[in-house]
């Protein structure tokens, strides 16, 4: 891709930043706090259209990267893109698959510059706070080593990315490119709690850290199997529910299924891949199902018990019931795609709320520590904050 195309698709994404940007910065709030916010929000959208971008096969619209056939957009890609599609009118490039790809990758970008924006904010406040000889502790979320972080994450997400697209949909690299997108949105939901100061409850109040600790492993892991169905496509391997073909455990090939280092639709010796693998691929995260919510309910009914999580425990139960009807009724009624991008965004819900339940369950208790009795030691609230 030549230079002027890359400026072109740089500009591009930037334009699409400069609104969120826009709003931070006609806010007279703390700009940090605000910023994180935006792009808590814009990379919950990002997750949930990179899902629509999968589920429509649109991941190979534009076979290259980061541009289109070497161009910063669609139009300027038409003939090649119009050439592919009357070669293979079915096939994986077409003009409204390359523009699903492009608005992905524009998207991408937009978040990168927010979170290239909220790391040069964060260490601008950390600098003014040392100027002012202000204690770093006084300060709320005055470190920036987390947007730093994050920025440093988000470059290996695009190289995934990138070899999403380079290696052909490749299921492992799809199915890592998922999990850290959903990654992301764990640390920036992170972020946001500790820039919007949620009070912390003391260590083991409630009984809340550990069922809050052990449904997010479950969670983490159910995702990993959910994104190795989806990019296997054996959403529709087993077409019945709660049995599968029929049977409470069906032929299957757990081997050909689970080998990670193979190309889409194949096995590692080069062979097709067997439906037996596929059945193996989706009954395993059906019945992992099961587990994931049997945890999120224990958390759920923790949380429920102690009233600054209260509401974080009705969110909890209304993801984790979304997400049985979705997963259900894309079964039933043969994956409409409607309901599978909400079954994706569904669990990009379920990131972000257990994400701010182990927040508030006593892991970032360093800002703000909730005290048992609020009438007599008055509101939680930061000592000091920088815009």
Known sequence: MQLPHVLQLAALGLMVALLPLSLVWASTDDKVRK???????????????GGFTRLTDSGLGCPDWPGCYGQANPLQAHADISAAQAAMPSGPVTVVKAWIEMIHRYLAM???????????????????????????????????????????????QGAFGAW?????????IVTIHLLLGMGLLGLLSWLYAQQHGHPV????????????????????????????????????????FPLCHGEVIPTMDFSHGFTLWRKLGMTSAGDYLPFSALTAIHWVHRNFAFVVIAAAVWAA???????????????????VSLQFFTGVATIYLQWPLALAVAHNAGAALLVLVLVMLNYRAGIGRSQFVSRPDRASSGPLRPAQSFS
């Open 35 to 49: 910023l994180a916010a935006v792009t808590l929000f814009l990379t919950f959208d990002l997750i949930v259209f």
């Open 164 to 172: 999403t697209v380079t290696l052909k949909l490749q299921p492992v």
């Open 301 to 319: 009914r923790r949380a429920l018990k102690v009233p600054v999580t209260r509401t974080l425990g009705f969110a909890l139960l209304g993801a």
């Open 110 to 156: 937009a978040v990168g510059v927010l979170i290239v924006s909220l790391m040069v904010l964060a260490w601008r406040r950390w600098w003014r706070a040392r100027r002012t000889l202000v204690a770093p502790s006084a300060v709320t979320g005055t470190s920036p080593w987390l947007p730093t972080f994050l920025f440093a994450f988000v470059c290996l």
């Open 201 to 240: 409850l003391e260590a083991g109040s409630g009984g809340l850290r550990l069922p809050a600790r052990i449904a997010f492993v479950l969670l983490v892991l159910q995702i990993a199997l959910g994104g190795w169905v989806s990019t296997n496509y054996a959403t529709l391997a087993c077409t019945d």
